[in-house]
């Protein structure tokens, strides 16, 4: 099984409205780290917001928010205010501890999200 | 800029060749893990070091190697090049163990074999 989904490949959204880009994970894990990450055309991969799974309120950072709905295991990113600059691939990451205890980073597909002025 | 630095940025070689990517991680940071991006593979994970050591194996072909040294820095040997082997190979680091840590990457290297 996947443990990152990111079921939409492409999203438009004009520019200044917000935009939420879906995310589902699976775990069995209580404790478990949830990271959002964006790629430019450019190709760097972008830090953009992190969510723990004890965390009660939702992560935000600027414009960007992550709605996490534990008990449906989705972490939806929230754009607010879309900026051209917002045009580039979003992707979905969980962390969790395995047998060995190493922890690993699942990454979702990705979704690519251009801003229409 | 995320504080992780690779080189070289640009990478052209033929099926066959040998090449070494470096990177350096973030002041701090004892983990550092290698990814290759290709367009049908999507963000693979290869390997992870953690303060010298090997941490983790992820899909990491026999052709490929990889060492952290010393003074943290870590470099992926790529051998017996073929045309698949084309990708965007980044490195990241992480300051240790916790699952919290923030995963930081590195600008990348964009390896393409002729």
């Known amino acids: 099984a996947q443990k990152i989904t990111q079921t939409q490949p492409g999203m438009f959204v004009q520019e200044k409205e917000a935009v939420t880009l879906d995310c589902t994970y699976d775990?069995?894990?209580?404790?478990?780290?949830l990271f959002w990450y964006k790629q430019p055309s450019s190709g760097e991969m972008i830090f953009l917001i992190y969510?723990?799974?004890?965390?009660?309120q939702n992560a935000t950072e600027g414009r960007y928010s992550l709605n996490f709905q534990k008990a449906r295991k989705s972490a939806n990113l929230v754009i607010s205010a879309s900026q051209l600059g917002d045009s580039a691939m979003y992707f979905c990451?969980?962390?969790?501890?395995?047998?060995?205890?190493?922890?690993?980073?699942?990454f979702g597909t990705g979704t690519r999200l251009t801003v229409i002025p | 800029d995320s504080g992780v630095t690779q080189t070289p940025k640009h990478l052209i070689t033929a099926t066959g060749q040998r090449v070494t990517l470096r990177c350096s991680p973030r002041?701090?940071?004892?983990?550092v893990y290698w990814y290759q991006q290709s367009l049908d593979q999507g963000l693979q994970f290869l390997i992870q070091?953690?303060?010298?050591?090997?941490?983790a194996k992820g899909n990491i072909l026999e052709r490929f190697s990889a060492q952290q040294f010393p003074d943290l820095h870590s470099e992926l040997n790529l051998s017996s090049l073929e045309l698949g082997d084309s990708a965007l190979y980044f490195c990241?680091?992480?300051?240790?163990?916790?699952?919290?840590?923030?995963?930081?990457f590195g600008p990348g290297t964009r390896l393409t074999v002729l």
């Open positions: 990451a969980m962390r969790e501890v395995d047998q060995t205890g190493a922890n690993n980073l699942f």
């Open positions: 070091y953690y303060n010298g050591e090997e941490r």
């Open positions: 775990t069995s894990d209580q404790s478990y780290g």
């Open positions: 990241a680091s992480r300051k240790g163990g916790s699952i919290t840590d923030t995963q930081y």
């Open positions: 969510q723990g799974s004890y965390d009660e």
């Open positions: 002041s701090g940071d004892l983990s």
